[in-house]
């Protein structure tokens, strides 16, 4: 849907649409500002746009609104939202924590750890009629990307909270009844978090390998030595990259010699487009690294 720029046709879709849009406004905008009630109200208009009526996107619940969570049958009530004078106050208290104007603790808090108490507070405070877990998990990503956790924003935590929906639950749940004690909280985060990355990082090792694997198969045509092999997938990493013949032979440790006779045939093959400025002649990107870019995509 998101590669394709196909519309969102059910509730599930403009979730999934409305949580990468919000990620991408953290990533682009709101990491290099600070936390203020006008970026909450906005952040949770971006996350609800299409799932709530228009009055309760953005705009904080009322009193008279009655927010309880109750469990998966209607039956027992989890948890009552606090009145709405104590949640504008803990917010306020929430971004000066958030924006590191107020402390928490004399000791260091990992920036991790402080991200998931955030998460918390917010999800406890709710604030608005729904989407509040949504809304704390984007304040999450926040935190986490404003202190450059940029990985943050590529492993798939959302996913793997939505599969597990009981025990984030309980999670809410122990911490809040146990005097709001994050000891649970912050352990099913951790939890997540760690299987999140491991994810991430199975799928970038097997990514790697299937386009290692295309890469060989295609310069199998050229008849390429082992440096330029490996040169070409340096380069196509870091294509508008300049190189010229003293980079390659400091990369190699060979002759210069050596050096013009593999570029010059790179050359000769359409990788590399050379050009002379001043004494030194470089080389550039030519038409069939991104020919190569676009059979390994």
């Not at 509040?132 to 304040?139: E, F, Q």
């Not at 202190?147 to 590529?154: E, G, V």
């Not at 599969?163 to 999670?171: E, I, M, N, P």
């Given at each position: 849907m998101i590669r394709t720029k196909r519309k969102p046709i059910n509730k599930s879709e403009q979730m999934i649409y409305n949580n990468y849009m919000a990620i991408e406004k953290i990533s682009n905008d709101y990491k290099n500002i600070e936390l203020s009630i006008g970026m909450?109200?906005?952040l949770h208009s971006v996350l609800t746009e299409n799932t709530l009526p228009d009055n309760e996107q953005g705009f904080f619940r009322t009193d008279s609104d009655e927010i309880v969570v109750r469990d998966a049958n209607h039956d027992d009530i989890l948890h009552i939202a606090p009145n709405m004078s104590f949640v504008e106050k803990e917010l306020n208290k929430l971004i000066g924590v958030a924006n590191e104007k107020t402390g928490i603790s004399e000791q260091f808090v990992h920036p991790v750890m402080k991200a998931i108490m955030l998460h918390f507070w917010i999800g406890y405070l709710h604030p608005f009629t729904d989407g509040?877990?949504?809304?704390?998990?984007?304040?999450f990503y926040w935190y986490l990307l404003r202190?450059?956790?940029?990985?943050?924003?590529?492993i798939p935590i959302s996913v793997l909270i939505k599969?597990?929906?009981?025990?984030?639950?309980?999670?809410y749940l122990y911490s809040e009844q146990d005097d709001n004690d994050l000891t649970y909280f912050v352990s099913y985060?951790?939890?997540?978090?760690n299987k999140a990355i491991i994810i991430y990082l199975e799928n970038e090792i097997n990514r790697i390998n299937v386009e290692g694997s295309r890469l060989s198969s295609v310069f199998k045509n050229y008849a390429?030595?082992?440096r330029q092999e490996n040169f070409l997938r340096m380069v196509m990493k870091n294509p508008n990259d300049k190189i010229s013949y003293k980079i390659y032979i400091n990369i190699y440790k060979i002759t210069r010699l050596t050096a013009m006779k593999d570029l010059r045939?790179?050359?000769?093959?359409g990788f590399f487009l050379s050009k002379k400025i001043g004494k030194t002649i470089y080389f550039y990107s030519g038409e069939k690294i991104k020919e190569l870019s676009n059979q390994i995509g």
């Open positions: 909450l109200k906005e509040n877990g949504r809304l704390a998990r984007g304040v202190n450059n956790y940029d990985l943050f924003s590529y599969k597990s929906s009981g025990q984030y639950r309980d999670a985060n951790l939890d997540i978090i390429l030595n082992d045939e790179l050359e000769k093959l």
